[in-house]
């Protein structure tokens, strides 16, 4: 994550009010940044991804499934990904096609009372590796992460 880290993330958490207030800031900053990037992304992503990720996040989402497919390794880039979650509201599901690349990082915290899982979908960025390539990275609450690359346009997002 360039924007959106866990670092900021767990500084806008913190019980120190300057801290706080600096990582708001940040923030802010980071937000506006962001936002000015994924503009950037509009011929890179479908419309209508690119349209429901510009007026909508999915914070505070949970995370249901994450499937990897293998298709005919005579192909090239074989491999997609699917990511089911639900907010609270409706269940989607995520697509992504040709992967180049898949990331997922998840450890447990053995010093909580229970385990959270993944816990809540936090933030996300959605970014150009480069001129044919995107990225998407999920931030969750646990502290963990998903990153995926894909060629361009090979998303999608659906209520299902």
Not at 18 to 38: G, P, T
Not at 80 to 93: L, P, S
Request: glycine share 4%.
């Amino acid at each position: 994550m360039q924007y959106f880290t866990d670092e900021l993330w767990s500084k806008i958490n913190s019980e120190d009010e300057e801290e706080r207030n600096e990582a708001n800031r940040k923030w802010d900053k980071n937000e506006a940044l962001y936002h000015q990037r994924f503009q950037k992304l509009k011929d890179k992503l479908p419309g209508q991804v690119f349209d429901l990720y510009n007026s909508r996040s999915f914070h505070d989402s949970n995370l249901i499934e994450v499937k990897i497919n293998q298709l005919d390794t005579s192909i090239n880039r074989p491999m997609n990904v699917e990511i089911t979650f639900t907010d609270g509201e409706y269940c989607w599901r995520i697509i992504y096609k040709k992967i180049i690349k898949l990331q997922v990082d998840y450890s447990e915290d053995d010093t909580l009372f229970r385990s959270q899982g993944f816990g809540d979908w936090g933030y996300e960025e959605i970014l150009d590796v480069n001129e044919d390539i995107l990225s998407h990275e999920i931030l969750f609450s646990s502290g963990s992460k998903i990153l995926i690359h894909f060629s361009n346009k090979m998303i999608e997002i659906a209520k299902i």
